[in-house]
């Protein structure tokens, strides 16, 4: 993202230039858009996003988007396409995925003077998103195939070592906090830590492809308070060990570098890291304050881990963070739960720009 882009953005807008303002939104994405994926006359842009292509089409005053996601002629049709119906009311909201021949296919399409800069960016992030998380279901669940091969750098071999070794740490030290929790009654503390681990993984190894896909389902249920506590640990429980029993193998098939146009997660500036910390910060001062060492860590490590599931952020965000969590690590409850309490309080005091989208 280049932010400093987006100020051209909005006054072409404002000044009724809409195309120009289209333009400057690609430029905006990745000032690399226009120069690398476009036509002579910037008409056509076909733009590589994971495994899928996002094509854009400027003409006759029209904008039409639109995005080849699978090919369904071997797959179990009715399922699927009762899936796609689903998809189509929820997540999609503007966007739709329609069937051209044997092909699923996002599609959307205004005039250029609708083309809002923020609604185009987000009609572009919804068609990546959606694209990211269901192409690896349809292929595993429905036998549907790839369109396009994806463009992925795989990770070297100490990498993805490393990443399953850290991984598995994470599902060990977890399962010694669950042990913890569940004999002292704590089942809210044991669903809150399953979360916390699951998003440790993602932060450590930005997980991708079908087991991704599980993580977001398996968290969605984790936070689904109309499901018991101790089904949702139970459920916790079950994906963790089927991560470990599938082995190293199997898990070194979702951790890879891959094309990105639109990014999945948001990014955000320090100024609004300070205001989506806000209420944390005061909730673990009032639990530190009482005593309350393990509240005041498990809504600290929380929040902070929450932050790094749905946001890129700023770097000296990133380095609080780090710092606070590095220096926590193997700590008493008390002495965690302060070191923590600092971290948040000081990106309290810090001050950035706020950002755009």
Same mark, same amino acid.
């Given at each position: 993202?280049?932010?400093?882009?987006?100020?051209?953005?909005?006054?072409?807008?404002?000044?009724?230039?809409?195309?120009?303002?289209?333009?400057?939104?690609?430029?905006?994405?990745?000032?690399?858009?226009?120069?690398?994926?476009?036509?002579?006359?910037? #008409?056509?842009?076909?733009?590589?996003?994971?495994?899928?292509?996002?094509?854009?089409?400027?003409?006759?005053?029209?904008?039409?988007?639109?995005?080849?996601? %699978?090919?369904?002629?071997?797959?179990?049709?009715?399922?699927?396409?009762?899936?796609?119906?689903?998809?189509?009311?929820?997540?999609?909201?503007?966007?739709?995925?329609?069937?051209?021949?044997?092909?699923?296919?996002?599609?959307?399409?205004?005039?250029?003077?609708?083309?809002?800069?923020?609604?185009? $960016?987000?009609?572009?992030?919804?068609?990546?998103?959606?694209?990211?998380?269901?192409?690896? /279901?349809?292929?595993?669940?429905?036998?549907?195939?790839?369109?396009? /091969?994806?463009?992925?750098?795989?990770?070297?071999?100490?990498?993805?070592?490393?990443?399953?070794?850290?991984?598995?740490?994470?599902?060990?030290?977890?399962?010694?906090? +669950?042990?913890?929790?569940?004999?002292?009654?704590? $089942?809210?503390?044991?669903?809150?830590?399953? %979360?916390?681990?699951?998003?440790?993984?993602?932060?450590?190894?930005?997980?991708?492809? $079908?087991?991704? #896909?599980?993580?977001?389902?398996?968290?969605?249920?984790? #936070?689904?308070?109309?499901?018991?506590?101790?089904?949702?640990?139970?459920?916790?429980?079950?994906? +963790?060990?089927?991560?470990?029993?599938?082995?190293?193998?199997?898990?070194?098939?979702?951790?890879?570098?891959?094309?990105?146009?639109?990014?999945?997660?948001?990014? #955000?500036?320090?100024?609004?890291?300070?205001?989506?910390?806000?209420?944390?910060?005061?909730?673990?001062?009032? $639990?530190?304050?009482?005593?309350?060492?393990?509240?005041?860590?498990?809504?600290?490590?929380?929040?902070?881990?929450? +932050?790094?599931?749905?946001?890129?952020?700023?770097?000296?965000?990133?380095?609080?963070?780090?710092?606070?969590?590095?220096?926590?690590?193997?700590?008493?409850?008390?002495?965690?739960?302060?070191?923590?309490?600092?971290?948040?309080?000081?990106?309290?005091?810090?001050?950035?720009?706020?950002?755009?989208?």
């Amino acid at each position: 993202m280049n932010s400093n882009v987006w100020p051209a953005v909005t006054a072409a807008w404002q000044d009724k230039r809409y195309l120009e303002s289209f333009y400057y939104l690609l430029d905006y994405v990745n000032p690399l858009v226009r120069a690398m994926f476009a036509n002579t006359e910037q #008409t056509e842009f076909n733009v590589p996003h994971g495994s899928v292509l996002v094509h854009i089409s400027i003409k006759d005053q029209m904008i039409e988007i639109n995005c080849p996601l %699978v090919d369904i002629t071997d797959a179990t049709r009715i399922p699927l396409l009762r899936k796609v119906a689903e998809l189509n009311f929820h997540p999609l909201t503007v966007s739709q995925i329609k069937l051209s021949g044997n092909q699923l296919v996002f599609h959307f399409k205004c005039a250029v003077d609708t083309a809002e800069p923020y609604k185009m $960016y987000y009609i572009m992030k919804e068609i990546c998103q959606t694209a990211d998380r269901y192409d690896d /279901e349809f292929r595993e669940k429905f036998k549907a195939k790839n369109i396009l /091969e994806p463009k992925i750098v795989q990770l070297s071999e100490e990498q993805k070592e490393q990443a399953w070794r850290q991984t598995n740490e994470i599902i060990n030290e977890n399962a010694q906090y +669950l042990a913890y929790f569940d004999s002292q009654r704590w $089942y809210g503390s044991s669903v809150d830590f399953l %979360v916390i681990a699951l998003k440790r993984i993602d932060l450590c190894t930005q997980i991708k492809g $079908y087991l991704r #896909t599980e993580l977001d389902r398996v968290l969605a249920e984790l #936070t689904n308070n109309n499901v018991t506590a101790a089904e949702r640990i139970q459920l916790g429980k079950n994906f +963790l060990h089927h991560i470990q029993e599938a082995g190293k193998d199997s898990f070194v098939k979702n951790i890879y570098q891959a094309e990105v146009f639109i990014p999945e997660k948001w990014r #955000t500036s320090a100024e609004q890291a300070k205001t989506n910390t806000e209420a944390t910060l005061n909730q673990v001062q009032k $639990y530190h304050n009482d005593k309350n060492y393990i509240g005041a860590a498990i809504e600290a490590l929380y929040s902070i881990y929450d +932050l790094f599931y749905k946001n890129n952020m700023d770097n000296i965000v990133n380095a609080i963070l780090f710092d606070a969590l590095a220096n926590a690590a193997g700590k008493s409850w008390e002495e965690t739960s302060g070191i923590l309490l600092n971290g948040l309080r000081s990106i309290s005091t810090i001050h950035s720009t706020p950002t755009t989208v």
